[in-house]
């Protein structure tokens, strides 16, 4: 199967790129060689590579800077998607997109299932919530939408690595402990992902490590974690906030648990809590 992937050097799309099974043909486009403001650019890299699928791991995830730049927001995660499935559909190309919890509130206080009412608190969960909408209305069950949460690698900027590289800077952290969610190793994602397309999965479903945290809890185990692993030399204090000490011109929602287990039952996989995904994901980062 011929596999276009787009976005690949985002964390997610290199988690793709290093764990392709040997029977998929790879082909990846990355920003600027694809860039998807422009329709041209997207219609031209995916005739120039005709392939059977699709994954589509790029998008706009800046959160904060969504809030001021809407239109960019709204073209790359909306737009975009909009003329990927529209390309799909004419050519019987199929999907994988990838969304986000942020599409809901974060009011519901237990998992949210698939098929639960959206209801975005910023511009990027808006926009992400308009392509998802975009690829169900244009492919229907044709494509297969995976969401996500609190993803992190050791390729590119996240949580981990800002948290480690604070941790050993710093006397003392506060990480807020209010918001609710599952952190997620994007390796253990992107083998999701490829699971998926082995099994032809397709509709709408969600996928993170299994478990829950605050961001405080993850802070904690990041750091004991990254002692064990020789990353962090000592332990300093980190104290439990509430949001408001960290005001952001987003807002985001503050429990978005998902809940995995129509992926898990059409997958077969087994959920790995999210610490030892940490675990895992820490032997690979530099001292
Ligand atoms: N990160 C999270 O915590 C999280 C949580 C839930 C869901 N998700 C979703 O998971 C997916 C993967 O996220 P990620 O963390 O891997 O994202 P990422 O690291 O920010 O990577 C995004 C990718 O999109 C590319 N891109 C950005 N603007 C583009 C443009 N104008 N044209 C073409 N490509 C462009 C980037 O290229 P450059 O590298 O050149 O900028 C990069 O390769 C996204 O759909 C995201 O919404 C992420």
């Not at 690949?8 to 793709?16: K, R, T, Y």
């Not at 604070?166 to 997620?184: F, R, Y």
């Amino acid at each position: 199967m011929k596999v276009l992937l787009l976005g690949a050097n985002g964390q997610l799309g290199w988690e793709l790129t290093r764990t392709c099974p040997e029977n998929i043909i790879l082909s990846t486009c990355d920003y600027p060689k694809v860039d998807f403001f422009s329709s041209t650019s997207i219609s031209e890299c995916i005739s120039s590579t005709r392939p059977d699928c699709i994954i589509n791991a790029a998008a706009y995830t800046a959160v904060d800077k969504a809030e001021q730049e809407q239109d960019l927001a709204y073209r790359i995660n909306h737009e975009a998607v909009r003329e990927i499935s529209e390309i799909c559909s004419q050519n019987a190309i199929s999907l994988v997109h990838i969304s986000t919890d942020f599409i809901f509130n974060g009011q519901n206080f237990k998992p949210y299932k698939p098929d639960d009412t959206p209801d975005p608190v910023s511009v990027y969960g808006k926009s992400k919530l308009k392509g998802e909408q975009a690829v169900r209305s244009i492919l229907g069950d044709q494509a297969l939408i995976i969401r996500t949460a609190w993803l992190y690698s050791s390729h590119g900027s996240n949580f981990v690595k800002i948290m480690l590289r604070l941790m050993a800077e710093k006397p003392s952290l506060n990480v807020i402990d209010e918001q609710i969610g599952t952190p997620t190793w994007g390796f253990g994602l992107a083998r999701a992902i490829w699971t998926a397309l082995e099994k032809n999965i397709k509709g709408t479903h969600q996928f993170t490590d299994a478990g829950v945290a605050s961001w405080y809890d993850f802070a904690i185990a990041i750091q004991e974690e990254g002692i064990k692993a020789e990353l962090l030399g000592k332990a300093i204090p980190i104290l439990p906030v509430p949001s408001r000490l960290f005001p952001t011109p987003a807002k985001r929602p503050m429990y978005s648990v998902l809940d995995k287990t129509s992926f898990w039952q059409a997958a077969g996989t087994t959920p790995v809590h999210w610490r030892v995904q940490l675990r895992s994901m820490l032997k690979e980062v530099l001292p």
